[in-house]
């Protein structure tokens, strides 16, 4: 046999021999049977020996062999276990007075060895409640020494080895309440307690359900055993609010003292038109104030239980939570809930579009409305047609890159969808159309798209190379007639620039107009070469021209005169002679600017 089968690493084992002698060994003790060899196998694989001890240093199950060899041979084996010690786990708690008690919470070992730290100790069983009397208030050191046997003592072989775990305890006159200082309700399913405990005081915590006052127990709580938060789970913080306190009691008699009660907030919303509102309910020992937060800003601070948030934009997402504050220092903290606002109000329409040419293509760009919208609509017309051309856009811009506004007038409708689905008024735009009317005389459309209209059209004038050649304030008419081509060259590119009344708004530009203007002669019938200064050359006038030649023939049909200097006419001499008055033949060919060539012939009288 051994003296233990079972301790704590490392394990000293001890055998005691019980093979017993024939009855001749006492008579005879020298007899060769009486003198047997015994050998043991302390585990497998481990040569014989005839020690009878053994230090195991491996945690586990071993197998003791006993072998004795004689005349009457014989086998033994019995199991050994070798457990890591473990310091044993205990609750260490005072009652009112001089008293405490101890209570072992592990299954490791058997029993434990109590030394309660003022010169007294005790063995106590696994699973029991220990009360031990100091006679006198102060701070003690207890130590718990697990034992694989409970049977013997903390110094025996089994149990030498085993680990113990101090603890100090400093008794108390009086339990005294704990105070819940914090609840914030997490995830939909649980609460996050902090609290405040007193120091050797044992306390249970404990829930109720909406405000009932039947509270049930959690768990158990010491001082110094748990930090000083806890979460308490499978709770359902969307349909309920719970209510918690802590209770401190008395293990020794069972007196209790409950703390005030601090309970969670069940918190719901929804959204209605152009409003959110929200609702909260709890319990509360002592109100200070509700802070309502919105998007982690506070909003607001009441005494209520509800809140009607106005200030929210169709479409847009907002989250609350509410801040519980009581005059003793208790907060409750809700879960934050998500609301999207809804509208049913027809959004404002947008007051002003700008609806200018550039590239040749419309663009159309207007102020974003107070509302927010989802999408722009935006139908074309051809001015004077039914038919339609539908567009979208999700932005307060839009190139029309199919429009060809050098040969249509458009008009634009524009209206928007807000983020509820609701659609406002259509708000109309028409570009300025340019366009030619007789050979020297342009028109356009009115503008249309602000709201406070225009101050002017400026008229803008661009040779063919874009070079600008002049501006002219037109005020509100809508025609132009070119009477002035001193300045001007044959073709020439006409714009309308309209000027708001709005000075915010920008200027806006219709489709460039590219104009050529018929070229002129106009020759006299007759001159009169006497040299007064009147009348005096036979040459025209004309618009345009860049090239000329022109030849003067008799009546006989005979060339007199040739000239390619369009500033030269003919002075009425040939050879250097004076001509005879009479009536002479013309015949002149040009070519303009635009590199059109013509013919003139007629007759002329030379007088003198």
Request: hydrophobic share 35%; proline share 5%; charged share 15%.
């Amino acid at each position: 046999m051994v003296v233990s089968n079972e301790g704590c690493n490392p394990f000293t084992v001890s055998v005691i021999n019980l093979y017993e002698l024939p009855a001749v060994c006492d008579t005879n003790p020298d007899s060769s049977v009486c003198k047997p060899v015994t050998v043991y196998q302390y585990s497998e694989g481990l040569s014989q020996s005839n020690d009878t001890f053994y230090v195991y240093t491996n945690p586990g199950i071993h197998k003791i062999t006993q072998l004795v060899a004689g005349r009457t041979p014989r086998l033994d084996s019995l199991f050994i276990r070798v457990v890591e010690p473990i310091p044993p786990s205990f609750i260490l708690s005072n009652c009112k007075g001089s008293e405490a008690f101890i209570y072992a919470e592990d299954t490791l070992y058997n029993a434990y060895f109590v030394d309660w730290g003022d010169g007294t100790s005790e063995k106590v069983p696994k699973g029991q409640i220990n009360q031990h009397d100091y006679g006198s208030l102060g701070t003690f050191s207890v130590t718990v020494t697990g034992l694989m046997d409970s049977s013997m003592s903390e110094t025996d072989l089994a149990n030498i080895n085993c680990l113990s775990t101090p603890q100090d305890i400093t008794l108390i006159d009086d339990i005294i309440p704990g105070k819940i200082d914090q609840v914030e309700v997490m995830n939909g399913d649980s609460v996050l307690l902090n609290y405040s405990i007193d120091t050797g005081t044992s306390y249970y915590l404990e829930v109720s359900l909406n405000g009932s006052s039947n509270f049930t127990i959690v768990d158990t709580l010491a001082y110094g055993t748990f930090p000083n938060n806890y979460i308490v789970d499978g709770l359902d913080t969307e349909t309920n609010y719970y209510c918690f306190r802590l209770t401190a009691f008395d293990p020794c008699d069972g007196d209790t003292r409950p703390s005030l009660v601090g309970c969670s907030i069940l918190l719901n919303g929804a959204a209605a038109n152009n409003e959110n509102r929200v609702n909260w309910q709890t319990e509360t020992t002592d109100l200070l104030m509700f802070e309502v937060f919105k998007d982690n800003s506070v909003i607001n601070s009441q005494t209520g239980f509800q809140y009607i948030d106005t200030d929210v934009q169709c479409g847009w997402n907002y989250c609350y939570r509410i801040v519980m504050s009581e005059n003793n220092g208790f907060e409750s903290y809700s879960d934050t809930i998500c609301i999207t606002a809804i509208s049913t109000d027809t959004p404002p329409g947008i007051s002003d579009i700008n609806a200018t040419v550039e590239n040749d293509m419309v663009e159309l760009s207007w102020s974003d409305p107070a509302t927010i919208p989802l999408v722009y609509f935006i139908n074309r017309y051809v001015k004077g047609g039914t038919q339609a051309e539908s567009f979208n856009s999700t932005t307060s811009a839009f190139t029309d890159s199919t429009s060809r506004p050098s040969q249509n007038s458009y008009l634009y409708e524009i209206s928007y969808e807000d983020l509820c689905g609701n659609v406002s008024p259509v708000a109309t735009a028409s570009p300025v159309f340019l366009s030619k009317y007789l050979s020297t005389t342009i028109q356009w459309t009115n503008y249309q798209g602000w709201q406070n209209g225009f101050q002017f059209y400026q008229l803008e004038t661009y040779d063919d190379g874009g070079q600008l050649l002049n501006t002219i304030n037109i005020g509100t008419d809508t025609s132009y007639a070119e009477v002035d081509f001193t300045n001007l060259p044959q073709n020439v590119v006409y714009r309308i620039v309209v000027v708001p009344n709005d000075m915010g708004l920008p200027d806006v530009h219709s489709n460039f107009l590219p104009v050529t203007f018929p070229s002129s002669v106009v020759f006299p019938n007759a001159f009169t070469p006497n040299g007064d200064g009147l009348n005096d050359v036979f040459i025209y006038e004309g618009l345009f021209i860049n090239e000329f030649r022109m030849v003067i023939y008799n009546r006989w049909g005979e060339a007199i005169y040739v000239t390619e200097n369009p500033d030269l006419g003919w002075d009425g001499t040939t050879n250097s002679k004076q001509a005879p008055s009479d009536m002479y033949i013309f015949n002149a060919e040009f070519k303009d600017e635009s590199g059109i060539s013509f013919v003139k012939k007629g007759e002329v009288y030379l007088l003198r």
